[in-house]
């Protein structure tokens, strides 16, 4: 007997069999390669955009024609940048902050988008468990060995009942999730901002919206807790956003729930043939992604700033959408991709102090790291790569792959 091979001949059984897994393996590593590739080229194209943009904000060297002088700044500016953000332990400390909730926030559009959801509330949940969190906080007096993990908790439940309503309506009503989310991020900062009027959250004597301070004993614990300088502002947030991203990965790889999440979000027709319940994965989905949210506004208030303001989720639930696109919506890759956005955010500090570059130009390259990353062809036809089965040698699906 023989067996039909890959290229259309024929092989002895044994033979073909010795040879598939090897294929496999060979084809699994070339696609791991280029699910990283595509990424990384979307970064390097937004930073060669970036230095074109510094080079053009640079006046004086442009009139003058000094070429030289204008890729000193270019230089000088993407120096600062990283230098400002890991060249000291303050600068350490800040890309940390910045990174945490980012993390988390991440986290919560990625198991949403494996979950085939789009959820963009995280803003509206990082309010619902920042409130519910920061009114523990300040409420309770007890040991930290019991009042941050009870602050931690209140988050995770009413971060994930936010997003729980939101799974809830998509699977009883199939009312798009799109669009109650952005109406419950518009709902939960509403009532925030009406909370942090009433007497039970206001901060006595203020008269703009901000919460009561939370009790010393209800903030998470320093990071860097051997140090006397009290400009580090990082904290366990940070511990608790690599744990979230270590429970991801096992609801995703490990566990029973999280091969139902993803075989619902790949194929409902199929997850639903093979008996699960659609309605109870959607609102699950929303729940735990809600939950990751929750816990990123917690870290907020009962970490980096110690109370609530109407403004403390700020622009994070959208900016954690491109984090998890640029980690591909995998942990790991969530992980870096928040570091890459803390040190744009810490390092561009120094960058302008040093430069004279203004801070918006970082939010700029954030802006093309995510058009690259949003628009995958964009990268490829400015790298010359060929789509897949277009006959070259590396292949990319794209990010959405």
């Not at 010795?18 to 194209?45: C, G, H, Q």
């Not at 970036?50 to 700044?73: H, N, S, W």
């Not at 403004?311 to 942990?331: C, E, M, Q, T, W």
Request: one cysteine or more; proline letters at 4%.
């Amino acid at each position: 007997m023989t067996a039909a091979t890959v290229d259309g001949g024929s092989s002895s059984g044994p033979r073909g069999d010795e040879r598939t897994p090897k294929a496999v393996a060979f084809f699994d590593r070339i696609d791991a390669y280029n699910n990283l590739l595509l990424p990384v080229l979307a970064i390097v194209s937004a930073l060669v955009a970036g230095a074109v943009i510094i080079g053009l904000t640079d006046i004086d060297r442009l009139k003058e024609g000094d070429i030289l002088g204008i890729l000193g700044t270019i230089k000088d500016a993407y120096l600062a940048l990283p230098a400002g953000a890991l060249g000291s332990l303050n600068g350490i400390s800040e890309t940390i902050v910045s990174a945490t909730p980012l993390i988390l926030a991440g986290l919560c559009f990625a198991i949403a988008a494996r979950s085939g959801l789009f959820n963009i509330g995280a803003t509206g949940q990082m309010f619902a468990g920042g409130m519910a969190s920061v009114w523990v906080g300040f409420s309770m007096n007890g040991p930290g060995i019991v009042q941050v993990p009870l602050a931690l908790l209140a988050g995770i439940v009413a971060g994930g009942i936010w997003g729980g309503i939101v799974g809830f309506l998509k699977a009883r009503t199939g009312a798009h999730e799109v669009i109650t989310t952005i109406m419950t991020n518009y709902i939960a900062g509403l009532l925030t901002l009406w909370l942090l009027k009433t007497d039970a959250f206001q901060q006595p004597g203020k008269d703009n919206p901000i919460s009561k301070t939370v009790r010393p004993e209800g903030r998470l614990p320093d990071l860097f807790f051997w140090s006397d300088n009290p400009a580090l502002r990082a904290h366990w947030g940070f511990l608790v956003a690599i744990a979230g991203a270590m429970f991801t990965w096992w609801l995703f790889e490990r566990s029973k729930i999280g091969f139902e999440l993803r075989t619902f979000g790949s194929n409902a027709d199929a997850a639903r043939y093979a008996g699960m319940k659609p309605a109870t994965l959607t609102t699950m989905a929303m729940f735990i992604a809600g939950a990751m949210a929750g816990l990123a506004g917690a870290s907020q208030v009962i970490g980096t700033q110690g109370y609530a303001t109407e403004s403390f989720a700020g622009s994070i639930g959208f900016d954690a959408i491109a984090v998890a696109l640029l980690g591909r919506n995998k942990p790991t890759g969530i992980v870096f991709a928040a570091f890459l956005f803390g040190i744009l955010e810490a390092g561009g500090r120094r960058m302008q102090l040093e430069t004279d570059i203004p801070l918006d130009v970082v939010l700029v390259l954030r802006a093309l790291i995510v058009l690259f990353i949003a628009a995958p062809a964009l990268t490829r036809l400015l790298w010359r790569l060929k789509r897949e089965g277009g006959g070259s040698a590396l292949q990319f699906r794209g990010w959405g792959a």
